[in-house]
């Protein structure tokens, strides 16, 4: 376990903003944090569980914790005639693990390829893309609980996976040092190819496979996405609204080019980016925040931007939003 003071946090943020904790804590043996968090009696609130920094924005300094879970582990846990449990640490880079199961033929998390962050984290957002979420394939969470000083198991259910969502978003939030999950994944995959654009690039591809149905995942996402590392962000920074279908409806009154997609009984989805552009936010900034000039969703660093700075510039396009279409965004990233 390593332990440091006052450590700076812009190598291990996505958006590259300069911000620092006042200890900085990271290990890969579950039984040594729990020791580290009971011994001094750390609380939730005290502590944030960090993973890539993939979706967070830091507007200030963090004045506790920053503990990096970094268990590295990958293995196969059981199995039966049709599917594959397999047990992973939190610290493992979300694609390592994709490619992992791709190389051995094993189906169910191929549309999520090149998301990037940590294993730790997909639980707690509950990733998706591509018609995917990692809630389907999550078997198991193993976790420390801060609260009552524990190591705990979460079965699926427990977790309580929305869109984007999980109970470590909600009831449980800052309460849980996830530091391994097991994934179900399926001996014969089942292609999900319906997602908008995915089968043509599969095709284009060759006979669809789960290798190339990861290829194709990374093609489309390398086109559309600003990659950070030229462009700092963390991905979509707002979630797409789910509102009452009444309210669709007469939103497509004035506005029949929408999109909308069914979300369940009497809610609908709004796509975030589509009212960002609408709005006439795309491409535009506020200093050196802006909006993406290709993805509206997706708000950038355009080099020197402050967390304080990108937060405003969030909060303008949500009030842009909400007075054309009477619709709040809420963010997707973890602002601290
Ligand atoms: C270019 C780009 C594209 C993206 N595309 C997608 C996409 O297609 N789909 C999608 O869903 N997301 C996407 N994201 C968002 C992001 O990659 C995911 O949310 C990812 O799961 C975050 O992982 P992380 O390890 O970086 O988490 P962090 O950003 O470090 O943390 C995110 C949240 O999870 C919590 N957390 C992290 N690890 C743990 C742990 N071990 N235990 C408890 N809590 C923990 C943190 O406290 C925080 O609240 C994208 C981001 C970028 C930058």
Redesign the pocket.
């Known amino acids: 376990m390593l332990v440091k003071d006052h450590v700076g946090l812009k190598e291990y ?2 958006f590259g903003i300069e911000a620092a904790c006042r200890q900085w804590i990271t290990g890969d043996d579950a039984d040594e944090l729990l020791e580290f968090v009971t011994a001094r009696a750390l609380k939730p609130g005290e502590v ?9 924005l830091f507007t200030a300094d963090f004045p506790g914790v920053i503990l990096r ?1 970094a268990m590295k582990e990958c293995a196969v846990a059981g199995e039966n005639a049709t599917e594959v449990l397999v047990r992973t640490g ?1 610290g493992v880079p ?1 694609d390592d693990f994709v490619r992992w199961a791709v190389e051995r033929g094993l189906g169910g998390v191929e549309n ?1 390829s090149l ?4 294993v ?3 639980p ?6 591509y018609g995917v979420e990692v809630g389907e394939r999550v078997a198991r969470v193993e ?1 420390i609980d801060m609260l009552r000083g524990q190591k705990v198991a979460i079965d699926a259910e427990t977790c309580r996976f929305g869109y ?1 969502d999980s109970i ?2 909600g009831e449980w939030k ?1 309460r ?4 391994h999950v097991t994934y179900r994944l399926s001996k014969n995959p089942c292609l999900r190819l319906e997602y908008k654009g995915v089968r043509e690039e599969v095709e284009r591809l060759g006979e669809p496979s789960l290798a190339l149905v990861r290829q194709a995942i990374i093609r489309i ?1 390398e086109h559309k ?2 990659d ?1 590392k030229q462009l700092p ?4 920074f707002f979630k797409n609204p789910v509102v009452e279908t009444a309210l669709a409806s007469r939103l497509l009154e004035s506005f029949p080019d929408m999109p909308l997609y069914p979300a369940g009984e009497g809610r609908a989805k709004l796509a975030a980016g589509w009212l960002i552009e609408q709005a006439g936010w795309k491409g535009r900034s506020i200093g050196e925040a802006a909006v993406h000039d290709r993805q509206a969703l ?1 708000l950038v660093n355009k080099g020197k931007a402050t967390g304080t700075a990108i937060l405003h510039l969030a909060n303008e396009v949500k009030k842009g939003v909400f007075m054309k279409f009477g619709v709040w965004l809420e963010p ?1 990233v ?1 602002i601290l």
Request: glycine share 14%.
């Open positions: 943020n996505t944030f569980v960090l993973g890539g920094g993939s979706n967070v879970p939190a979300w999520l998301i990037p962050g940590h730790g984290a997909t707690v957002q509950n990733i998706g893309a976790a984007r470590f978003k800052d849980f040092i996830i530091t996402r996405l600003p950070v962000n963390a991905g979509s997706v997707e973890t």
